[in-house]
């Protein structure tokens, strides 16, 4: 195959280019060097191969970043060799990046070559709207400012034993604020295009009363802008893809897809848990069980001067209606961090983004993939992890080496 050079130069062209991408915190990663099995096996078949880096961190800004860097290096080595096959071969959640460049590569450029892809023990990302209740949102930030400022004014005039509890929550609740608002930091489009862009907006129209309007907002579930939470969920979801377009590889016993599978039954549990949650914050029927027996016994108290004074039932009462409130926040609470500590296994932006939606992972993306399930690497002596054996795994090396330069040339546009 022969190609003309930038510089007018006439040159071999390669019949198909090979890009490696390793997975999180894999700066270092061997196996896409030169001198690496599968480098050497794709080499010798006569491939092309190009190594892919990026930030290697364990969150969804920098793999969003990373796919659309890997979209222009697509670009620009299909504009270089434009009769080559371009292929894929990613590890862990390189495979995401992968796919998600494939599919902004589409966007950019409709009639673009097929770009094939092969995923080593990478966990899919699925996401699923989260229904945001407005008044649950103000009910629960409430409730967390008030636990807060509660934990932060026993503690400063000094702590006592009874007071611990008050301040387990309140440590739990800013955990969970700071986790979130360090995931909004990440993301400039949450601070741009999304609702602090919009509350800046509403404190310039109206300086004297912007609170009643972000209040107002916050209440009808229009804080965040509809058009920024769809965004974001479709750049969590896995693209769906074809069955000649991605071979999956798996091997049983991946340590990673273990781990994850336990934050994904977290995240069952508080998706269980959520109806309720909202149920219970934004319930009249409750709140009318703790406020209106308050109202009706000190009334009674004030009109019939029974046997208790009014200030003893107001005082009784009080401390009911507090304790059940109480109750309800704690319970709110403890779902909520079950939900984003259910989110930290996707990344430090996890528990920012499972305000937005419902994440899991899945053996396969959307759409008909080709899976490869191996059986569990039965050598005594190895020290790799299942997870990172694959790419150093000879059958593995093979299978790839088959089926990129055994497969049929791609005809047409994908």
């Known amino acids: 195959m022969i190609a003309t050079s930038p510089d007018g130069s006439v040159r071999d062209a390669p019949d198909t280019v090979v890009t490696l991408i390793p997975g999180t915190w894999a700066g270092k990663a061997a196996w896409i060097r030169a001198d690496s099995p599968l480098s050497s096996a794709l080499t010798t078949a006569g491939c092309q191969v190009v190594p892919f880096e990026w930030s290697h961190r364990n969150c969804h800004r920098a793999r969003a970043r990373a796919a659309v860097r890997l979209a222009e290096q697509l670009q620009g080595q299909i504009n270089e060799n434009p009769g080559a096959r371009q292929w894929v071969v990613a590890h862990s959640h390189g495979g995401n990046i992968a796919l998600h460049a494939v ?32 008044p649950a ?37 800013a955990t969970d604020a700071l986790a979130c608002m360090a995931g909004a930091c990440m993301h400039p489009g949450f601070r741009w295009r999304g609702s602090l862009r919009w ?26 802008r509809p058009g920024y939470r769809s ?60 406020i209106a027996p308050l109202t009706i016994l000190v009334a009674a108290a004030l009109v019939t001067r029974s046997v208790l004074p009014a200030e003893r039932v107001v005082v009784y009462v009080s401390v009911v209606a507090g304790v059940a409130a109480a109750a309800v926040g704690v319970l709110a609470a403890a779902v909520v961090s079950v939900m984003l500590a259910a989110a930290l296994p996707f990344g430090w932006d996890g528990p920012f983004l499972s305000i937005f939606a419902s994440c899991s992972t899945e053996a396969a993306p959307p ?13 005594a002596g190895r020290r790799m992890l299942a997870h990172s054996g694959l790419y150093g795994s000879e059958a593995v090396i093979s299978t790839i080496v088959a089926h990129i330069c055994g497969s049929p040339q791609a005809s047409g546009r994908g």
Do not use: Y
């Not at 589409?106 to 709207?129: E, G, M, N, Q, Y």
């Not at 800046?200 to 965040?224: Q, S, Y």
């Not at 008909?368 to 569990?376: D, M, V």
């Open 103 to 134: 599919r902004c590569l589409r966007k950019s450029c409709a009639d673009a070559p097929r770009v094939s892809t092969v995923t080593l023990a990478t966990p899919f990302i699925h996401a699923r709207r989260r229904a945001l209740s407005g």
């Open 137 to 173: 949102v103000f009910v629960l930030a409430v409730f967390s400012a008030v636990v807060i400022g509660w934990a932060w004014t026993l503690l400063a005039h000094g702590p006592h034993w009874r007071d611990w509890p008050v301040f387990a929550v309140g440590a739990l609740v």
């Open 199 to 224: 509350l800046g907006r509403r404190v310039n129209a109206n300086p004297e009363g912007w609170t009643f309007d972000v209040l107002g907002a916050v209440l009808r579930g229009e804080f965040i």
């Open 231 to 290: 965004e974001l969920i479709s750049s969590l979801h896995s693209p769906t893809v074809e069955p000649a377009g991605v071979l999956v590889v798996r091997a049983a016993g991946d340590e990673a897809s273990m781990s994850l599978a336990a934050g994904q039954f977290l995240g069952w549990i508080s998706a269980m848990l959520n109806p309720l949650l909202t149920k219970l914050l934004t319930s009249k029927w409750l709140w009318g069980v703790i």
């Open 367 to 379: 759409g008909q993939a080709t899976i490869l399930q191996l059986e569990p690497f039965a050598d």
